[in-house]
Every structure is written in structure tokens, then in C-alpha cells.
């Protein structure tokens, strides 16, 4: 993604960090507003950094996916019932991955053997996973919770050594697993997406198909591959929301959170830095609106909390700059 | 009508009773799954029929429960209606719930803020008000659309968000209730002249008015010049404009009418549900929506025909939940399993072997990915 981007991103973080020190009450030090805003918005962006990642796979690839917030709500579902069932937190780890590659098989069979539009298969996942974990909730989990089923807890938190005694920025260090392996993946993707064969592979597929395929490349298989790996990435983003931000699931848990990060994605043009560096910025806005109470922001919650959306909006639009899609996107592949 | 008509409309509703009946099937499997299998019970089948029995008792098995599906199914045919038109454009409006929403805020305001007036003035003032909230909602994705590419799912599913973001403010703010007695979020009831009046117990005239904007939508899109033009650019954006049609106007034009179309379902639900409005009403009839136009094969026919489906369906829930403990949520899942039935209708063409008649178009691809954004 273009140098000027990038930066204005990172500048509007530090701005709204600075923002939330200045407008807070007087009686809380600065140096505390700063620590919290850094690592809260660390921790918030984590869930938009895999749905970001997950929408980059599938999209490089040419399949539009909206369906990253279906993914990530089955997931969560998933992980914590099995987590619960096993009292086991990496089980649950394992099976939300599993459960968001299962949502994802659908949307692969779906789009790309049954050529239905993509947006179309991508909305009947959400609905999907909407209406199942509704229903199984209701009709599974209180059934399960009242026989004494109880959650298998959080997962603990991992500290960088030496980094996280420092001051201010100490407590960004302090995070659980699954927000580092959220930047561990990012830089993974990076390398993989740009200095693989498989990435090569990926991005011919989703630029041109045609061409792939006379080259050799199986398009279906690639896209097939590429629709499971960034549902799997999905499927851990599912699993932050019951095993390592609250050890309870409800429905709806995801709150937008998938549309938000198709949202990142798009607006850091289809890049892992790019998508990352606009999931901090979501992260950022949901972290002022969180500590505004707390530290005496005198904005309104609700205004804060449009913030996000408001924002998306306006990078859509184009306003710091135009994203170019891969060029085969949401075009389902026919076999001439 | 001739034979040939009745078999081309035995052909079209072929395939989307199929895929209900199949979806009906499937759900009957996931109930049986997750049911109890007691002694004398044919192994828990006996409990999937009770349910369904229920179902559609609850839906269609007395006058009573004729009208509450009539009522549950008038939203739902104008948030299908609102999808469906901009369908017919090309566009993806998944933004119904927030034009919904906005729609029913405009229109409650209206109901309290100009009590005093006479009903012939205010219940149509209401509905207007609801009908332009949810233009201005719908406008917007638009606009941005047309000018600036922004593709229409994202923008507005953010608006959505925003629209529930203004009502949480309003409706916990300045604009809720002041009744003591009130611990909702939500505004104070609307004048009785700006309700709308009952056409039966229960049953309140803004069926009639959708079904009026259903015949309504029919004429725009088959019968005026606007209409073809929208439909024209919905079939080829590049032969459209070509053809010296506005492209940009007609994007515009047709979000802006679905959303008022939207809009103005949530105003007949302040008017003639409600009284009033309250947070959250507006949730999953967006969603609904987009099932229900593709069900009814974008046509406003088929959207009536879906919406009373639908509505039959949710209000049968309630029924079957009482009786046989079957959480309503089923239902939502039976409904992405007759989405997915419709959507890949070539699954159902291969369950029940319905051969492709010469003559039927296969389903036009409704978006091209996110084209520039």
C-alpha cells in the first residue's frame, strides 16, 4: 500500500490515543490513559487483524468472502463449546479453526463449484451461522450449562520479558496468545503472499484466472485451498472472542466485528501490513469508545462508537486514496 | 390462461417450493438431531412432525393465527421489496435494517412531536416521514456508490451500525419516554390519529398498504420509463449507459427508493404495531429481506408470496416452541437452508432431477466483486 497511507493511518492512532489523554479527567495521569489506550488497542484490533487476514486469502485468491463474520460467530461458538466440553483451551482453539474451515468449505463448494455469486453464498453463511448458533445455543448450551457445563476459562496472558516492565508502553507486551499470533501472522502472510510460489500462485489466480490456467495452475484447487486457509485464520479469530476475551459466548458475540475487518482489508488495499495497520486504527476507535467512561471522555458513547463505521465510510470513498482489488475478484471461474 | 402459461408458472415455482420443501427436510433432521428420543416416540420423528405441526398450525391454522402472519409477514414484504429494487438495479441493499430503523424514527417523531393535528393529516404525514428517513438512508450508499465507487455492501452494513448507533442515542437520550413509568429505551406512544386504524381485530390497514406498494413497485419497474432504465442498467451497466442512460442517476435512485420503500416499512410498524419506537425492532429483517427477494426471484409477486412464507414461519414458531420446546431459531436456520437451496438451485435440479428447459434463464450474476473501489 502507498508510504502516505500507511502513515496517515499510524498518525490518526497516535491521535486518538493523544485525543483520549487530552479529554480525560485531570485526576488520572496521562501516563496511565496512554499504557491502557496502547494495549487495549492492541488487544481490540486482534479479532479485525484475523478477519482482515482471513478476507486477504480468500480475496487474493478471487473470492469475494463477506461471509468472514459468519465464520468467526460459528467459530466462537465452536471453540467454546468444545473448550467447555474438554476443558481444554487448546481443543477449543483447534475446533473453532476447524469450524471456521467448515463454514468455509461452504462458501468454496458454494461459489466456486456452483458458481452461485459470492456475495450471495457469502450472506447465506451469515445467515447460517446466525440462525444454527442461535438455535443450538438456546436449545444445546443452556440445557448444558444447567447439567453444570461451565466454561474452561480464559487464555492466560504471555508477557515479553524485559519489554513489558517498561513504562507507558510496557503493558502493549502483555497479551494473549492469539493477539500475537495475530502479528506473527500478519508478518507470515506478508512473506508468503509476496515471496512464495504459493502466493505467486494465489495472486495469478485472483488477477488472472485465464492465464493461470493455461500456465498450469489449477484455479478451482487454489481457490478452494486459499477460501479454507483464510476460513481457518477466521476460525481463530472466532476463538479470541470466547477463550481470550470472555470466557462465556452469546449470541452475536461478533458484534460487525467480520464486516469490520473486510472493511480493514479493503481499506489497506489488500496487504497484510496495510490490512494490520487499519485493524490498530479499528482498534484504536474501539478502545476510546471503551476507556471514554472511564476516563471521563466527555463524548457521548454511542457518537464514539460510530467512529469505526463512520471512518470505514469515508476510506470507501476513497478519500485518502483509491485500492485496487485483484482483478479476478467475485468472478466465478468458468472451465472453457 | 392457457396451458403453456400455467406450465412456464408451474416451472417458476417449481423450483422454489423444492427447495423450501428440501429446506423444510433438512431442518426436520437438525430438530431430530438434537431432540429427545423418548420410548413410543418412532425414534424422535414424532417429535419433528409435532413441531411442524405446530408450525404451520401456528402460521396459517386459524383465522387468529391468519392474521398475525399477515402482520408479521408486512415488514417483511417491504424489506423484501426494498432489496428486490435495487436488486433489479444490480445493487446488493443490505442496509434495510438501518433504513428500517431510520424510517421508524422519522415517522415516531412525527406521531409525538405534531399531536394535535387531525388523523387525515397526521397518519399520512407519519408514513411520509417514515418513507423519507428511510430515502435519505438509502440515498447515501447511493450516492457514495455512484460518485465514488464505495461498493454498496460495505457502506451499508456500516450504516447499519450508524443508524443503530443514532436510535441507541436518541432512544436513551433525548427522545426517549419520559414517563416515569418507563425503563425501556424508546420513544413515548404516537398520537392516536397518526396510528393507523384496524381493518380486523388485530389487523391494522398497513397490510393493505403493502401490498398496494408491492403493485406499486410492479407498475415503476414494468410500466414506466424509469423503471426500464433501472432494470436496463441492473441487466448491463455498459449497454445502459451506452444507450445515453444515466447510470449514476439511476444507482442512486434505485437505493434511494429501496430504502424508502425500507423505510416506510418501519413506519407502518410505528403506526400500526408499535405505537412507538423502540430499539432493536429493526434487527434481522435485513437479512430477511435478502431472502426473501432472492426467494421470490426478485419479482414483487414472488416477494409477497416469500414474505407471507416468512412471516407464516415466524409466527408458527412461537406456537411450536410452545408446545414441543423447539427453540424458535430454527427458523432462521431453515430460512439459510431455502437461501442456500435457491441460491445453488443446481443442488435442488440434482436431488429431485428437474431437468433445464430451453427456455429458462439461469440466475444473472447480481455483482461483480467490488469493481474500483
Known amino acids: 500500500m502507498s508510504r502516505n497511507r500507511f502513515l496517515f493511518i499510524i498518525g490518526t492512532v497516535v491521535a486518538l490515543i493523544i485525543l483520549t489523554v487530552v479529554l480525560g479527567r485531570n485526576d488520572v495521569s496521562p501516563e496511565i490513559v496512554a499504557a491502557s489506550m496502547l494495549a487495549t488497542t492492541l488487544r481490540f484490533a486482534t479479532p479485525i487483524t484475523l478477519g482482515a487476514l482471513a478476507g486477504l486469502f480468500c480475496e487474493r485468491s478471487g473470492v469475494v468472502n ?46 466456486v463449484t456452483f458458481k452461485v455469486d459470492q456475495i450471495v453464498s457469502g450472506t447465506v453463511i451469515n445467515i447460517l451461522a446466525i440462525g444454527l448458533t442461535g438455535f443450538l445455543d438456546t436449545q444445546l448450551l443452556s440445557k448444558l450449562r444447567e447439567s453444570g457445563l461451565k466454561s474452561a476459562g480464559l487464555l492466560p496472558q504471555l508477557p515479553i520479558p524485559i519489554l513489558s516492565d517498561l513504562p507507558v508502553i510496557g503493558p502493549i507486551f502483555r497479551q494473549q496468545p492469539i493477539a500475537w499470533v495475530s502479528v506473527i501472522l500478519v508478518i507470515i502472510a506478508h512473506y508468503v503472499l509476496f515471496y512464495t510460489r504459493w502466493g505467486l500462485r494465489t495472486r495469478a489466480v485472483g488477477e488472472n484466472p485465464r492465464a493461470a490456467d493455461t500456465v498450469g495452475i489449477k484455479v478451482k484447487w487454489m481457490r478452494y485451498a486459499n477460501v479454507l486457509i483464510g476460513a481457518g485464520i477466521a476460525g481463530l479469530g472466532g476463538a479470541y472472542f470466547t477463550l481470550e476475551a470472555v470466557p462465556s459466548f452469546e449470541t452475536l458475540i461478533t458484534n460487525g466485528r467480520g464486516f469490520i475487518a473486510l472493511a480493514a482489508l479493503i481499506f489497506g488495499g489488500w496487504t497484510p501490513f496495510g490490512a494490520w495497520a487499519a485493524a490498530l486504527l479499528f482498534g484504536a476507535a474501539n478502545a476510546l469508545q471503551i476507556n471514554a467512561q472511564q476516563f471521563g471522555v466527555p463524548i457521548s458513547s454511542q457518537i464514539i462508537g460510530m467512529f469505526p463505521y463512520l471512518l470505514t465510510i469515508i476510506v470507501l470513498a476513497g478519500v485518502i486514496g483509491r485500492a485496487v482489488p485483484p482483478a479476478a475478484d467475485g468472478v466465478p471461474y468458468e472451465t472453457e | 390462461m392457457n396451458a403453456q402459461m400455467f406450465r412456464r408458472l408451474g416451472r417458476a415455482v417449481l423450483l422454489p417450493f423444492l427447495s423450501i420443501f428440501t429446506a423444510l427436510l433438512v431442518g426436520g433432521v437438525i430438530i431430530w438431531l438434537s431432540g429427545p428420543k423418548l420410548n413410543g416416540d418412532w425414534f424422535g420423528v414424532k417429535f419433528v412432525l409435532d413441531g411442524y405441526a405446530g408450525l404451520f398450525l401456528g402460521a396459517f391454522g386459524t383465522q387468529k393465527a391468519i392474521i398475525g402472519t399477515l402482520v408479521r409477514a408486512t415488514p417483511l414484504i417491504f424489506a423484501g421489496l426494498a ?14 435494517e438501518g433504513q428500517l430503523a431510520l424510517g421508524a424514527l422519522f415517522a415516531a417523531w412525527v406521531g409525538v412531536n405534531l399531536a394535535g393535528l387531525p388523523a387525515i393529516l397526521h397518519l399520512p404525514l407519519t408514513l411520509l416521514a417514515g418513507a423519507l428517513g428511510g430515502f435519505l438512508w438509502g440515498m447515501i450508499p447511493g450516492a457514495l456508490k455512484a460518485r465514488t465507487g464505495a461498493h454498496e455492501v460495505i457502506t451499508t452494513i456500516m450504516l447499519n451500525y450508524i443508524a443503530a448507533q443514532i436510535a441507541g442515542y436518541l432512544l436513551t437520550g433525548p427522545w426517549r419516554d419520559p414517563n416515569p413509568t418507563n425503563v425501556t429505551a424508546q420513544t413515548s406512544k404516537i398520537a392516536d390519529a397518526a396510528r393507523l386504524p384496524m381493518l380486523l381485530p388485530g389487523l391494522h390497514w398497513g397490510v393493505v398498504l403493502a401490498f398496494l406498494a408491492a403493485v406499486a413497485v410492479w407498475y415503476f419497474l414494468w410500466k414506466t420509463t424509469w423503471g426500464f432504465e433501472i432494470r436496463t442498467v441492473g441487466a448491463n451497466a455498459s449497454a445502459a449507459k451506452y444507450a445515453g442512460i444515466n447510470v449514476a442517476r439511476n444507482i442512486i435512485l434505485a437505493m434511494a427508493l429501496g430504502g424508502m420503500l425500507a423505510g416506510l416499512g418501519g413506519a407502518v410498524q410505528v403506526s400500526g404495531v408499535n405505537y412507538r419506537s423502540t430499539l432493536g425492532f429493526n434487527i434481522g429483517y435485513g437479512f430477511d429481506g435478502i431472502a426473501i427477494a432472492l426467494l421470490g426471484r426478485t419479482t414483487p409477486l414472488g416477494v409477497v408470496l416469500a414474505a407471507l412464507l416468512f412471516g407464516g414461519l415466524r409466527n408458527g414458531a412461537t406456537l411450536m416452541q410452545f408446545r414441543t420446546q423447539i427453540s424458535a431459531d430454527i427458523i432462521s436456520v431453515i430460512q439459510a437452508l431455502i437461501l442456500i437451496f435457491v441460491a445453488a438451485e443446481q443442488i435442488i435440479r440434482w436431488l429431485y432431477h428437474v431437468p433445464k428447459q430451453r427456455d429458462e434463464v439461469g440466475q444473472a450474476a447480481l455483482s461483480k466483486g467490488w469493481g474500483k473501489s
Open chain 2, 83 to 96: 432489496v428486490a429494487l435495487a436488486f433489479r438495479c444490480g445493487l446488493f441493499n443490505i442496509g434495510v
Open chain 1, 66 to 111: 463477506i461471509a468472514i463474520e459468519g465464520m468467526m460467530l460459528a467459530a466462537a461458538f465452536g471453540a467454546w463449546l468444545a473448550a467447555a466440553l474438554t476443558q481444554s483451551l487448546a481443543i477449543g482453539i483447534a475446533v473453532g479453526i476447524l469450524t471456521g474451515m467448515l463454514m468455509g468449505l461452504l462458501h468454496a463448494w458454494l461459489s
